[in-house]
């Protein structure tokens, strides 16, 4: 499905971003940051803009997102919720918390934003928390020695303040 067009608001942002970044060709990284501050994520139609007005070929940007984890090419829930998924998480029952969030969250197979946009799972390879695991990282609030009962009550208090 194409992008809607940019609204006046979104080009006075981008139009901003490009005077800060003028003339900085390596500042690739910190343009792609800067547009998924601003949108959630990082939007192909914000891409295009600023790829166009800063007179770079729209592959440097989409070559450095598509490089990082930390760029992401869809909306993104309200809460993020990471869950590592390393071999001490793993061995200690990961698998089994993923599973409840993806049913507490109604996500379909092969997604992981719900649909009312409130929740986002994402799965890692490793935190590097081995020592508290398993681990949740919820709204970038580390969980260690996680639990399913534990983990139900944080996704609670969550479902309750939106």
């Keep these: 499905m194409p992008e809607t067009a940019l ?8 139009e901003g971003i490009c005077a800060k970044y003028a003339g900085q060709k390596g500042s690739v990284i910190a343009v792609l940051q800067e547009l998924e501050s601003s949108f959630g994520y990082v939007a192909e139609k914000a891409v295009n803009f600023v790829a166009d007005k800063m007179e770079m070929p729209r592959s440097h940007f989409y070559g450095v997102a598509t490089f990082y984890a930390q760029f992401h090419f869809k909306p993104r829930g309200r809460n993020i919720i990471t869950a ?11 698998d089994r918390l ?14 992981d934003t719900s649909a009312d946009m409130r929740f986002t799972l994402e799965k890692v390879n490793c935190v590097g928390a081995c020592s508290i695991a398993p681990v949740i990282i919820i709204n970038k609030e580390v969980h260690g020695k996680m639990t399913t009962d534990k983990l139900n009550k944080e996704i609670k208090k969550l479902k309750g303040g939106q």
């Design 7 to 14: 609204t006046e608001a979104e080009i006075e942002k981008l």
């Design 84 to 94: 590592c998924s390393g071999t001490a998480c793993h061995v200690k029952g990961s």
């Design 98 to 111: 993923i599973d409840n969030m993806v049913r507490e969250f109604g996500l379909p197979e092969g997604e």
